[in-house]
């Protein structure tokens, strides 16, 4: 998957931001969506014909709403009845985090 070598201010904090709240959601199991998510409270719903421009995670996969990365089958996964298995719900979280680091600038 193509990294981004650069990222405005503002774009590169909220990847950091959702980063680190990815790697709270691998330790304690909490569930992530648009609400929580400092991407999209930069990238999503500014303009509805065009959600997610400039999101480096749209950049990557050029679908809108996180589509095409770990956290669709992280996010359905939660959807499930019986509750959640942890270890296979810290794997898929655990996706979506190395796909969000994969997203930052390459240093040099």
């Known amino acids: 998957m193509p990294m981004q070598t650069q990222m405005d201010e503002d774009t590169l904090a909220a990847l950091r931001a959702s980063i ?3 790697q709270w959601v691998v330790a ?3 569930p992530i969506g648009r609400s929580n998510c400092a991407l999209c409270d930069v990238f999503r719903g500014r303009d509805t014909l065009e959600d997610c421009a400039g999101c480096p995670v749209r950049a990557v996969t050029g ?17 499930y009845d019986p509750p959640v298995e942890d270890e296979k719900r810290i ?10 680091r994969s997203l930052l600038p390459q240093e040099g």
């Open 91 to 100: 794997v898929l979280a655990q996706a979506e985090l190395d796909f969000l």
């Open 28 to 30: 304690i199991a909490e």
């Open 63 to 79: 679908l809108k709403y996180c589509e095409g990365t770990p956290y669709g089958e992280y996010e359905n996964y939660l959807d």
């Open 20 to 22: 680190e709240h990815w």
